[in-house]
Nanobody, 124 residues
Framework: QVQLVESGGGLVQAGGSLRLSCAAS????????MGWFRRVPGKEREFVAA????????FYADSVKGRFYISRDSAKNTVFLQMNSLKPEDTAVYYC?????????????????WGQGTQVTVSS
């Protein structure tokens, strides 16, 4: 059983920063990729960023490129999302996700493991 637990969400003013963390646990957990997605009520879940666990290769949605940065601590099975220059349109519930095979990183359906989500609210 794989568990993903996010933390670090909250309320921040536009232009500010937040850092999300996602700790993974499970006896046989060996991710190929971990990613972050977000969802706004009434919209589909949207890809934000992903990182390949072994090489550290990163992927970003165009909407966050240059503002958000994904990283990992392999020893602690933890992935981070540093969010800078936040905008009101970044307001969403952010989800951590993990998969163990090489499939498209931006497709949410390719991730079998999900966290419970953490709310990020950016005020204008």
């Amino acid at each position: 059983q794989v568990q993903l637990v996010e933390s670090g969400g909250g309320l921040v003013q536009a232009g500010g920063s937040l850092r999300l963390s996602c700790a993974a646990s499970g006896r046989t957990f060996s991710p190929y990729t971990m990613g972050w997605f977000r969802r706004v009520p009434g919209k589909e879940r949207e890809f934000v960023a992903a990182i390949t666990w072994s090489s550290g290769t990163t992927f970003y949605a165009d909407s966050v490129k240059g503002r958000f940065y994904i990283s990992r601590d392999s020893a602690k099975n933890t992935v981070f999302l540093q969010m800078n220059s936040l905008k009101p349109e970044d307001t969403a519930v952010y989800y951590c996700a993990a998969k163990q095979i090489s499939t498209a990183v931006s497709r949410s359906g390719n991730y079998p493991y999900w966290g419970q989500g953490t709310q990020v609210t950016v005020s204008s």
